[in-house]
């Protein structure tokens, strides 16, 4: 078996007994058909007592399954640079190149959550090859204690806008990035995001639902549209106002590009300072801040809450601009992670009944 290959290992009981194994990674598992397709051709994919079986085995009370997870830790280079090649290269292209510091939220056998700065990349694109979030995460998993190959693939849930602060999650197997992948489309796999938007909001709850697609002839820009768009839902708490800008709590579904962004642009209340899609300002950025990832555990079906603490400078915008949140903002967020803490209004489930309010 491979080195450094994940394996998962059950003991089965007596309600699994009589199942196929087939029929134990669907129910226990949630593995897809194509996964377990994989699985049949995998070398130690599916072994039931030391030895190699077909999916179509059936299992009894008593017998140890081990499932081989996808080995992605390669000898071959998979497109990202330690900050040493990437300082290197920047210096030749006459560019200054400095990463800022990797913050790791949680980590298990299966993912990484990270807390991306503003003003960083998630992954390599044109004129970004090096200075992004995934080559960092690349280099911080081959760099760990045991793996002997600094070469290693990573699997991004889910990509943050270069200017979007907050939680991001690395699957750092394919499997797991499967799992992740389904708990997204099946509305498991919640995140919560603060914005400071313009001007005053005339209620305290609103749900943004208009599809989104892109703007002909113009790169990267979205638009809210009658016809042809994606599916889009955005679901908006005010928490404070300020006269002339609102703090808010979003929570969306779907994930489209620049989501928030488009559906409070199109509601009249861009983000503050976002030159794409409302006013720019020289030398400032738009606020906005996946605050919360809740997600289940890959293989092991257990809710897990990881929370990113406010980047400081969205602190001081907040203090500059008089919210009385300013001082106890990191205060609530912390209490999110709290278990049984009430979440002070914050958390998740309080949107569940929020249909009712698309406009």
Known sequence: MAENRRTLEFQIGTEEDGMTVQEFLKKNLSFSSRQISRLKFRQDGIRVNGEQYYVTWQLRA?????????????????????????AKIAGQSGKTFRLPPFEVLYEDDDVLAVNKAAGLVCHPSPGHYADTLSNQAAEYLAGQE????????????????????????????????????????????DKLYLALA????????KVLCDPIGKVPGVLMKMETVREGG?????????????GDCALLLCRIRHGRTHQIRVHLSSDGHPLLYDSLYGKEEEGKHFFLHAAQVQFIKPFVQQKILVTAPLPDEFRRELSLRGFSCAGDIQERLDALAAPHS???????????????MVR
């Open 62 to 86: 008593g017998d140890h399954l081990e499932i081989g997870l996808q080995d992605d830790r390669k000898p071959a280079r998979t497109g990202w640079l330690t900050q040493e090649e990437a």
């Open 146 to 189: 045991g793996t002997k190959d600094r070469h290693c693939r990573i699997h991004l849930t889910g990509r943050l806008d270069r200017d979007t602060s907050g939680v991001v999650l690395f699957a750092k197997n394919q499997d797991a990035a499967a799992a992740l992948q389904r708990q997204r489309e099946r509305g498991e796999y």
């Open 342 to 356: 009430g979440c002070n209004g914050f958390c998740a489930k309080d949107f569940q009944t929020d249909h009712n």
């Open 230 to 242: 994606k599916e889009a839902l955005t679901f908006v708490r005010i928490l404070e106002q300020t």
């Open 198 to 205: 313009e001007g005053s909001f005339p209620c305290t709850e």
